[in-house]
């Protein structure tokens, strides 16, 4: 992401070429071609659409979205300001990261680092996740047969001058999904937990039970 920055010190009007397979932007978004293999593909101000089968290094952004069709694979996937919607049968070696929007991840998906955000829900559904899930502000669904190696984390945030009582997150652990590490919260939630569901030592929350298929409101 530290490169990412540097160019905004570039020309707005010159794209900078890294090598042969790399895409590096500073205004525009990034459009790639099913199947294709590509290096790091990276924009300022700009989204990013990863087409069905693509294979990139690392995908980023700074101000924009990333949207990817089934049977992806990188590295890592990152924006600041923007959403990050992925389809089916996604695999990253590291993880996914965005400030300011929502994570969503599509069944069959494989992802080895975390998944980040810190206002924007996180959802998963039918994905493995070998590291952790932390937020600040953002609802979080653990969704039917995904797996969790690693804990959830919800922050505390930074309060400043509000007239309002904060939103209280909704995390959300669905049918047959485990999370095998910690649970730890450091504000209050609301944490909802399927009967079928396994999840580890839980820390700041009381767990409540459902056994329907989603979850009540």
Known sequence: MKRLF?????????????????I?????SIQTDAGATYGDLETV?????LAAGVQARGVETVNGSVR???????????????GIRTGRNLVLARGLDTVNGGIYV???????GDVETVNGSIGLVGVQLDGDIE???????????????????????SFGISLT?????????????VVEGQLVFEREVTLLVHDSAKIGPVTGA??????????PR
């Open 165 to 177: 009582a904060p939103r209280k997150p909704r995390v959300v652990i669905g049918p047959n999904a």
């Open 68 to 82: 990817a069709e089934d049977n992806v694979q990188a590295r890592n996937i990152e924006t600041v300001n923007g």
């Open 135 to 157: 937020t600040v502000n953002g609802d979080i669904t653990v969704g039917i047969d995904s797996v969790v190696k690693g804990g959830i984390k919800v922050n505390r945030p």
């Open 206 to 215: 009381t767990p409540q039970r459902f056994d329907s298929e989603t979850a």
């Open 45 to 49: 101000n700009g989204s990013i659409k």
């Open 24 to 28: 590096s932007k500073v205004n525009g």
């Open 106 to 112: 599509d069944r069959g998906s494989r992802i080895g």
């Open 6 to 22: 540097l160019l905004l010190l570039l020309s707005a009007n010159a794209p900078l070429v890294l090598a042969a397979d790399d």
